[in-house]
């Protein structure tokens, strides 16, 4: 009916007199009592082909929907089938008319009815004399057939018509000028300041190599005052993989002095940084540096200006105009507080996915009004949409010392109203959030609102968006236009209830992936600047937009979306049918009755496995090839150099997505590796293994707990037998710090742990555990071999728990997740013939 | 009767005798008069008992009224007929009819375009306003001929024929409007493709006479080659004040971000040539440079890459010995071989694009439809539609001073990656790069994005090609969450009369902790459900919604009495599900909201005596679909069962009372393309889908006709979504050898 409803309304638009406002009432109301018979008539004929119509074009007007349906749905949906309903819909009345008449109908009174039927009959043939004309005009307006109107003509001479430009000049496009190197170095002189981009005003040569990226934090001075956002900063550089102490072998370099305040008038202003920057022996006009900034200028203007000579250095500043801008160069980060966590950081507020999405409150603002001033022509106009049911705007005068003094008619109002509504509870209760400039651009309310999952309204003309190199905002946020202020409530409440759940989702992913603590801030930053700078092995936009975002998708691994486990779904792709089986192997081979040869055996009989890559931890070198039972599949032996991480080591020689990771004395059945390979399929993101093991939080220690109890939840799958995709070796290895993997080494425990904690924070999910034929006896075997019995040592376990809360610590947070569940074949104990079961052996025991 | 039988026939053939034009409307009128007849066939025969001079006067009424829509029909939908042809028809005239207008030495030049200009500080929003639709209206100023006071025409081409076939894209989309009032973006038909071919203070002098001009506000510039020698700038040379400009062989000094659009340098080789989507795959040469103009310190290095890599590269060049003419464009040289261009850039797996004078290339469109990934070597170039197109996928783009290196660089790149990209690369050509009209359109939908950002086309949209977009599915409940299990889940029972296995269900699903509430659908129109008291005693609430049709659809009808997300779709039969299988179920949905979750499964196979898809009940190995008599979903889906359903399926379910689960499920694997996720394990379910037949025969139709079901949806769909999995949740110590009454859910899989 929403189409019928458009039409009224455009036709409404239309009708500039009187009279035809006249005529459209009734016609509607004929249209309206009309689209009711429609209903009853339709249930004389089932299946009515009209009716299927209808649902069928409501069905194409989705765009979440993936549509296959043979016939171009999607032409149909651009052009809406305007001149068949009003045409069709006026039929029913008078055959309702005339079988009501029919019913009525006496001797007496047939005279009468006539009449009133010719009068029927004639008003609705004007109605739809005139109606038609209102449809004619609206059909010229809508275009929907292309000969209606005058098109650019076609000219009779048209194929006469010349080129605008022909070959020879297309292809022979000389240039006899300078040299491109003599070029390319003029350029530096020309394009620097305020003209800077990467080729001009960065030396690419300090960068070499693919490790090339390095970063040193200039030690600050004794005395210097330094804020607690800018000492955050500093700190995540210095923990993250790019930090040198070595300024020689330095890609970037960022400066000691706290820049984040540039407000004279602040306390945190920091005097006569131009002349200590000129010091600086590396300085070199600022090239390759980063300077960090969230306010710049002061009252009135508050201008873009840092109060020093920025040079040839780039700008990671909050609240960014686009026209300071300087695009590839410049890097906007959204504004923070100083409460901002370092780590981890507080998941996003969105627990579920309620339906219908929307909230309470449609659109929601709280905050000051600036009565005077820059910023003041869009927060004084806020309280034009409010109306105090789904549109709260709530704007208060009282800041600053003096504002009594500025106080207009509406202040006294305003302040009243203004305390009647809570801001968390607003935050919590509304759909979209009003994000307006302040004084400068940005604001903090930016990013409460996207953790709060309130979809940001943005009202803030010529901000450079956060990240917005690689971050595709129009998915998540609205961009307003201040000058439009009045439209917004009409574009917000037209979004469909499915885009508010993407846009809602949206917000939380960004939140998440990249926003939610001064860490991934600064990451972010120094990744957008190396894949600036090795352009051809960086990410795409889908990388950085898709889950679990940039920050988590190394270019050095790859830059081929299959090679990651995270966009199968959204490539219509699927993981690959094969693994690769790694096997960690410490004890010395002396029998061919050992574990790890019944293990060869049994991978030997698995369909899937492509490959068998043996890491050799002994202290014995490894045997000879004789010695290894021949096998169907290409066997490896590898050095593992006797260090516990050696086993997720991105390895070259695994070539397919899958590995399966095991300890050399795992006993598995064949079967059971092809369950669990099945299974990893479906989930090929998370681990899927066997033996689960469990965390907990320990109230009265104030610690995280770990537990090889059985429960029953589980947050951890050991990897001494576990599937996933080679992807997380490479995170592992790449994306954890050093001293993270210096403590597995050290401890030759916890790799396991380890592992798990990284796959949970992609995925934010639990591990798999498949079914296993018997567990009971499982945990007694010697892990680590050349230490036996180290599972019966209770030293063992204290340092697995130690572990557990090493690495939240550096996670900032806790990533496991538990789970209550374990996939099973699906005839699994039942009670059917065991013939008919395909996992057979399983049930054996 | 037969009279209106008669009249029936008689305006069927006037109505056939109008022709074309009219047969729509025939159709209508035989539909209302079928109706007509079908109704008054019911109600009380209407005509036949009148008397003769009513009958008459009814008839005659009768063709007035018809007549009467028959002439606002034809003038509705057939307006050549009464319009004059003069206004309607579309006028054939020649380019050199058009008004000639005389520039005057002395006429206003618009100020240089100024680099500052944003679409919030120099694009006039208001006149786009707020649009249902979220179109941009754009107007086509009418062709004009301008010449200087010696009678010199402005421009040595005049209107070109690119431009021409872009204009007239346009005005065949939908963006084109022809009242200048209504138009949010107005585009000269001043020819200002090629800088080269113009006189810039004249044509600067039009543009600043057009009617419209106002500084250039909201005035759209297509330009593809701008500058001139010696050092040809990168944005065209003519002033144009605030206009925007769709320029190619921007840099990134001149282009306004956001502003600006970047194009291709359109190629009309490719009018010429047709050159058939080639394979993705390896190709003879790995590097290939076939541009003529190379600067000689471009082409020294190249040619030391050829030294140091041989066959792989190949390089080449004009042909000296061919007799100069039109084909020298098509011929490329290797010392005295012969090459036809651009046929042979599909023999390379990499292309590499130099700049030459200008940023933009016109030969970056050939290398394109050659599938040929481009090797992008021009420093500060901005690339076509880089606004909205991710070139990484499709291109390498090389800072010019690693010329030497690309070898190596492109020697990194994964095979697989190559055979995306250059898939990516046609993809790009023949969506965005082919002609003048995807160019002009594609740019017209970028601003369209910019005006109307929260209706802007997604990433997925510009860059997935149609075999991706085919596959690909993006839930729509995307987020890895673990919903808290607090608010519990609503149960749904669809019933119809079974009064008492109904209060039994009601009272074994009251048992489970963590149920919200209770939503019995009553199907029943003939019987009121029972009075409140005689209902089972509970603690969470029970509602009943009574419907109006017995339709299967509306156990999945998205009532406002769900209050939270997860639903658990249940049967008035399904007494045998435990109150701990029942809340495992929930449990297990938590962790797979986006799924449909539930007891039961059914697989689908492929049939391969028949050619079609087969519905098997028995006990396999695999499972494809979770039966919707006891199932937990997300709410969101009874939306989409409800308003999103493809095709007809919807009907189909209720006309046949049958088969709603499969549609479900169906519905789900083809939005989230997963699998449903079957809990605990088989139980005697008393045949739960086949809950009013008995008997084997009986049976069997059920089966043919769910088999039935599964064709039919696949071929609504398009493509079978659903997937086969092997695995089922259970608990996490099920069957396990561990104390029982320890276990969080001991009650499972009791028969």
Request: overall charge positive; aromatic content about 10%.
């Amino acid at each position: 009916m929403g189409e019928q409803q458009w039409l009224r309304r455009s036709i409404l638009q239309l009708m500039p007199h009187g009279n035809f406002t006249l005529l459209y009432r009734i016609w509607t109301r004929k249209v309206m009592k009309t689209s009711d018979t429609v209903t009853d008539f339709q249930t004389f004929k089932s299946g009515d082909e009209r009716n299927g119509e209808r649902s069928h074009r409501g069905s194409a007007g989705s765009g979440a929907m993936r549509m296959h349906g043979p016939e171009g749905e999607e032409e149909r949906r651009e052009s809406p089938g305007l001149p068949q309903s009003p045409i069709r819909l006026p039929q029913p009345p008078s055959v309702e008319g005339r079988a009501r008449a029919g019913r009525r109908e006496t001797s007496m009174q047939a005279r009468k009815k006539y009449v009133f039927l010719s009068a029927c009959a004639c008003c609705w043939l004007l109605l739809v004399y005139w109606g038609g004309i209102q449809v004619r005009l609206l059909r010229l307006l809508g275009r929907l057939r292309a000969d209606d109107i005058r098109l650019w003509p076609e000219w009779v001479d048209q194929d006469l018509l010349l080129g605008y430009a022909n070959l020879e000049e297309l292809q022979a496009d000389a240039w006899a000028g300078e040299s491109p190197q003599q070029r390319r170095q003029g350029w530096s002189g020309i394009y620097k300041d305020g003209r800077c981009r990467m080729e001009t005003c960065f030396d690419f040569s300090r960068c070499r190599g693919r490790d090339g990226f390095r970063v040193y934090v200039y030690p600050p001075e004794k005395g210097d005052r330094i804020s607690e956002s800018y000492r955050k900063i500093l700190a995540s550089i210095t923990e993250s993989r790019y930090h040198t102490s070595d300024p020689h072998e330095a890609c970037l370099f960022v400066l000691g002095i706290d820049t984040l305040d540039r407000d004279q008038l602040s306390a945190q202003y920091v005097p006569n940084v131009d002349e200590r920057i000129r010091n600086y022996p590396l300085w070199n006009d600022g090239r390759n540096h980063l300077i960090f900034n969230l306010y710049s200028g002061t009252w009135p203007n508050y201008t873009e200006d840092l109060g020093f000579r920025v040079g040839q250095a780039m700008l990671a500043k909050a609240s960014l105009n686009v026209e300071h801008f300087r695009p590839g160069f410049d890097i906007s980060i959204p504004l923070f507080s100083k409460d901002h966590p370092q780590k981890g950081g507080e998941r996003g507020w969105l627990e579920r996915n309620t339906v219908p999405p929307r909230r309470k409150y449609l659109l929601m603002f709280k905050g000051k009004r600036y009565l005077t001033g820059i910023g003041s022509d869009t927060r004084n106009a806020l309280h034009h949409i409010h109306n105090g049911k789904d549109i709260v705007s709530l704007t208060t005068c009282r800041h600053g010392k003096d504002w009594e003094k500025h106080k207009d008619g509406r202040c006294d109002h305003d302040n009243l109203e203004y305390e009647r509504y809570d801001y968390q509870e607003l935050l919590h209760n509304s759909t979209f959030c009003l994000v307006p400039r302040g004084r400068r651009l940005g604001s903090f309310r930016f990013l409460e609102s996207l953790q709060a999952a309130c979809i940001p309204v943005l009202l803030s003309n010529g901000w450079e968006l956060p990240f917005s190199d690689v971050i595709q905002w129009n998915q998540a946020v609205i961009e307003g236009d201040e000058r439009l202020l009045l439209q917004v409530p009409t574009t917000v409440r037209a979004l469909s209830d499915e885009r508010i759940l993407a846009l809602r989702q949206r917000t939380q992913m960004l939140w998440d992936a990249y926003l939610s603590s001064v860490d991934k801030i600064v990451l972010t930053t120094l990744e957008i600047i190396k894949d600036r700078v090795f352009s051809y092995v960086s990410r795409n936009k889908l990388m950085w937009n898709a889950l679990p975002g940039g920050l988590l998708v190394l270019p050095e691994y790859s830059t081929h979306l299959a090679h990651f486990p995270f966009y199968y779904l959204s490539q219509g792709i699927s993981p690959g049918q094969e693994f690769t089986a790694v096997i960690h192997a410490v004890s010395p081979l002396v029998s061919q009755s050992q574990p790890i040869m019944r293990l060869l055996q049994v991978l030997s009989k698995s369909k899937f496995c492509s490959q068998i890559i043996i890491l050799w931890n002994s202290e014995k070198p490894p045997p000879a090839k004789s010695k290894w039972p021949p096998m169907p599949v290409p066997l490896t032996v590898m050095d593992g150099r006797k260090k516990t991480t050696s086993r997720f080591l991105p390895h070259v020689a695994i070539e397919t997505e899958a590995v399966l990771n095991l300890d050399e004395d795992t006993a598995l059945l064949t079967s059971e590796v092809n369950f669990a390979f099945t299974v990893w399929r479906s989930f090929p993101e998370r681990i899927v293994g066997y033996p689960p093991r469990s965390h907990f939080w320990d109230p009265v220690k104030q610690v995280w707990g770990y537990t090889s109890k059985w429960t029953n939840e589980y947050s951890i799958v050991l990897t001494g037998a576990a599937f996933y995709h080679r992807y997380y070796h490479h995170l592992f290895s790449q994306y954890l710090p050093p001293s993270l993997r210096a403590l597995v080494d050290h401890t030759s425990n916890c790799e396991d742990i380890l592992m798990n904690f990284l796959v949970s924070s992609v995925t934010h999910l639990p591990p798999i555990k498949v079914a296993q034929r018997k567990q009971h006896k499982e945990p007694p075997s010697p892990q680590q071999g050349v230490k036996n019995g180290a599972w019966s040592n209770p030293e063992h376990f204290t340092q697995r728990q130690e572990c557990v809360n090493a690495f939240a610590a550096w996670f900032g947070y806790m990533p496991l997740v538990n789970s209550q569940l374990r996939l099973d074949p699906v005839l699994f104990k039942d009670q059917v013939s065991i013939l008919r079961k395909k996992y057979k052996d399983m049930e054996r025991s | 009767m037969s009279a209106v039988w008669r009249s029936c026939e008689r305006a069927a053939a006037c109505v056939r005798a109008l022709g074309g034009p009219a047969k729509w409307l025939s159709r209508i009128v035989g539909f209302s008069m079928c109706a007509s007849m079908k109704y008054s066939s019911r109600g009380p025969a209407l005509i036949p008992r009148m008397k003769t001079k009513h009958r008459v006067y009814y008839i005659a009424l009768f063709s007035i009224v018809l007549l009467g829509l028959i002439a606002t029909g034809a003038f509705q939908f057939w307006p050549h007929s009464i319009e004059s042809a003069a206004e309607w028809s579309v006028e054939r005239r020649s380019v050199h009819d058009a008004p000639l207008v005389r520039l005057l030495a002395n006429s206003p030049i618009p100020e240089r375009g100024d680099l500052s200009c944003r679409m919030h500080t120099c694009f006039n929003v208001y006149s786009c306003g707020y649009n249902p639709k979220n179109r941009i209206k754009v107007y086509i100023y009418p062709l004009q001929r301008y010449v200087d006071e010696l009678g010199t025409p402005i421009s040595s081409t005049g209107l070109s024929r690119e431009y021409n076939e872009l204009l007239s894209a346009i005005s065949d989309s939908d963006f084109y409007t022809d009242d200048v009032s209504r138009a949010c973006l107005l585009i000269p038909s001043i020819d200002v493709l090629n800088q080269n071919s113009l006189r810039v203070r004249e044509t600067a002098q039009a543009l600043a006479m057009l009617p419209r001009w106002d500084r250039g506000t909201n005035h759209l510039l297509f330009n593809m080659l701008p500058g001139g020698p010696p050092d040809y700038n990168t944005a065209l040379d003519v002033p144009r004040d605030k206009a925007l400009l769709a320029g190619g062989g921007f840099s990134t000094w001149t282009y306004r971000q956001g502003y600006d659009v970047s194009v291709p340098v359109y190629s009309p080789l490719s009018a010429e040539v047709d050159l058939p989507e080639k394979q993705p795959g390896p190709r003879r040469y790995f590097i290939l440079s076939s541009q003529t103009a190379l600067h000689r310190e471009y082409r020294a290095e190249l040619e030391r890459l050829k030294e140091e890599n041989g066959e792989a590269v190949l390089l080449l060049d004009k042909c000296s010995n061919l007799s100069q003419g039109a084909m020298s464009a098509r011929k490329r040289c290797y010392k005295s071989q012969v090459f036809d261009y651009p046929q042979i850039l599909q023999e390379s797996s990499f292309c590499v694009v130099l700049r030459g004078a200008r940023l933009g290339q016109a030969i970056l469109s050939d290398v394109l439809q050659a599938g040929c990934v481009p090797v992008i070597l021009a420093d500060s170039y901005i690339l076509p539609f880089s606004e909205v197109l991710d070139w990484k996928r499709a291109s390498v783009v090389i800072p010019e001073d690693k010329l030497p290196e690309i070898y190596t660089i492109l020697k990194s790149i994964p095979h697989r990656q190559v055979e995306e990209m250059q898939r990516q690369a046609r993809w790009f050509w023949d969506a965005y790069f082919s002609s003048m009209k995807a160019i002009g359109l594609t740019t017209l939908q970028i601003i369209n994005d910019r005006i109307y950002p929260y209706a802007a086309r997604t990433y997925e949209q510009w860059n997935n090609p149609p075999v991706v977009k085919w596959s690909s599915v993006n839930s729509p409940l995307f987020l890895p969450l673990i919903p808290p299990r607090s608010p519990g889940f609503t149960a749904v029972v669809l019933t119809y009369d079974r009064i008492e296995s109904l209060f039994r269900v009601i009272t074994e699903i009251s048992k489970v902790p963590s149920l919200a509430k209770l939503l019995v659908v009553w199907n029943n129109q003939n019987k009121s459900p029972p009075e409140d008291s005689l209902w089972p005693k509970i603690n969470v609430p029970l509602k009943v919604v009574r419907t109006k049709e017995n339709k299967l659809s509306n156990r999945f009808f998205p009532y406002d009495e769900i209050e939270t997300e997860a639903v658990l779709a249940i049967d008035d039969d399904i007494i045998m599900l435990t109150s701990d299988e029942l809340q495992f179920g929930y449990e297990v949905w938590r962790e797979f909201p986006d799924r449909l979750v539930g007891y039961p499964g059914r697989l689908h196979l492929w049939d391969h005596e028949m050619g079609k898809w087969k519905y098997e009940s028995e006990w396999t190995n695999e499972v494809s679909m979770v039966l919707t008599g006891a199932a937990f979903y997300h709410k969101y889906f009874n939306y989409l069962y409800t308003y999103k359903m493809p095709g007809d399926i919807k009907n189909w379910v209720d006309a046949h009372m049958n088969c709603e689960d499969i549609a479900m499920n169906f519905l789900v694997a083809n939005i989230t393309g997963k699998a449903p996720i079957k809990v605990t394990p088989r139980k005697k379910f008393k045949c739960p889908e086949c809950t009013a037949i008995d008997g084997l025969s009986l049976d069997q139709t059920h089966m043919v006709e769910r088999s039935e079901c599964i064709n039919k949806f696949a071929s609504v769909f398009g493509t079978m979504p659903l997937k086969v999995v092997e695995h089922r949740a259970d608990p996490v110590l099920y069957k396990d050898d561990f104390p029982e009454k320890l276990k969080s859910f001991p009650n499972i899989g009791s028969l």
